[in-house]
């Protein structure tokens, strides 16, 4: 079966960094867009940010653009998301998720078939 495992997640105060990874396990997805989303307490599933199959394509929300960075190593099946400047506001439960390349819809997560579990980030005042 097809697993992404988040870590990196905690507790960092606000202006603060964190860097999280996703790993793919069970078979290989290198070709295959890496997205991350987040959910925080009463607020709906929002897109941070994408990468697609070579690394050379990147997508961010406006929320997190300039301070967020997401890369892929496709050898290693492996995608981080470097954050820088943390705030409050970005307090939420981050999932690694993975599309197929076809048609973009980067920033639909109806569009991503594979889920990883969370990993919970806090960012204190």
């Known amino acids: 079966q097809v697993q992404l495992v988040e870590s990196g997640g905690g507790l960092v105060q606000s202006g603060g960094s964190l860097r999280l990874s996703c790993a793919a396990s069970?078979?290989?997805?290198?070709?295959?867009?890496m997205g991350w989303f987040r959910q925080a307490p009463g607020k709906e599933r929002e897109f941070v940010a994408a990468?697609?199959?070579?690394?050379?394509?990147?997508y961010y929300a406006d929320s997190v653009k300039g301070r967020f960075t997401i890369s892929r190593d496709s050898a290693r099946n492996t995608v981080d998301l470097q954050m820088n400047s943390l705030k409050p506001e970005d307090t939420a439960i981050y999932y690694c998720?993975?599309?197929?390349?076809?048609?973009?819809?980067?920033?639909?997560?109806?569009?991503?078939?594979?889920w990883g579990q969370g990993t919970q980030v806090t960012v204190s005042s």
């Open positions: 998720a993975s599309k197929t390349p076809w048609g973009g819809y980067y920033t639909d997560d109806t569009k991503y078939a594979y």
């Open positions: 990468v697609n199959w070579s690394g050379h394509e990147t």
């Open positions: 069970g078979r290989t997805f290198s070709t295959w867009v």
